[in-house]
Antibody, heavy 116, light 107 residues
Framework: EVQLVESGGGLVQPGESLRLSCAAS????????MSWVRQAPGKGLEWVAN????????HFLDSVKGRFTISRDNAKNSLSLQMSSLRAEDTAVYFC?????????WGQGTLVTVSS | DIQMTQSPSSLSASVGDRVTITCRAS??????SAWFQQKPGKAPESLIY???NLRRGVSSRFSGSGSGTEFSLTISSLQPEDSATYYC?????????FGPGTKVEIK
């Protein structure tokens, strides 16, 4: 069974940093691009970033370029999103998803709240 | 960026009704579109990919069609468990973008 379990969310102040993690199981992690997608409270879905199977290529939403970094540890079947210089508008549930563009399985998400 | 629009924004229908949601892309996305279902407090679930392919395990009452700039999701016989918000997505070009969602309610 495919499982994606996110962790690391929480309440941070504007300008602070936070690192999200996603533990993957039930599939061959190295065979898939992986993505992060977020959803602000009461709003729609917004793709954030993705990373190639071997970590050699990444893509980002313009509004997070230079602030967010996506990485993966294929030995640990783990995906990460390092977020810095956080803003109020980054407040959202962050979903880890299998697939780089079309994502067929999603985790349950972790809530990031940026507020003073 | 490619903008995705959906219509209607919400609808209310009866059990057994045929329901169609439309999605339009601001540019040609070929067949690189998908549909997702999201229930309150839950993660999105994939229904359709590449415009018309049903993801394995998804009920056959869901179907997708279209190409280029116009796509549709049809529920052939609405069931109570289909009450949810439905999102279209394009993945032809970065950034990947989603439509604003269509909320489906059961009368």
């Amino acid at each position: 069974e495919v499982q994606l379990v996110e962790s690391g969310g929480g309440l941070v102040q504007p300008g602070e940093s936070l690192r999200l993690s996603c533990a993957a199981s039930g599939f061959t992690f190295t065979s898939y691009w992986m993505s992060w997608v977020r959803q602000a409270p009461g709003k729609g879905l917004e793709w954030v970033a993705n990373i190639k199977k071997d970590g050699s290529e990444t893509h980002f939403l313009d509004s997070v370029k230079g602030r967010f970094t996506i990485s993966r540890d294929n030995a640990k079947n783990s995906l990460s999103l390092q977020m810095s210089s956080l803003r109020a508008e980054d407040t959202a549930v962050y979903f880890c998803a299998r697939g780089g563009s079309y994502s067929d399985f999603w985790g349950q998400g972790t809530l990031v709240t940026v507020s003073s | 960026d490619i903008q995705m629009t959906q219509s209607p924004s919400s609808l209310s229908a009866s059990v057994g009704d045929r329901v169609t949601i439309t999605c339009r892309a601001s540019q040609n996305v070929f067949n690189y579109s998908a549909w997702f279902q999201q229930k309150p407090g839950k993660a999105p679930e994939s229904l359709i990919y590449d415009a018309s392919n049903l993801r394995r395990g998804v009920s056959s009452r869901f179907s997708g069609s279209g190409s280029g700039t116009e796509f549709s999701l049809t529920i052939s016989s609405l069931q109570p468990e289909d009450s949810a918000t439905y999102y279209c997505q394009q993945y032809s070009r970065y950034p990947v973008t989603f439509g604003p969602g269509t909320k489906v309610e059961i009368k």
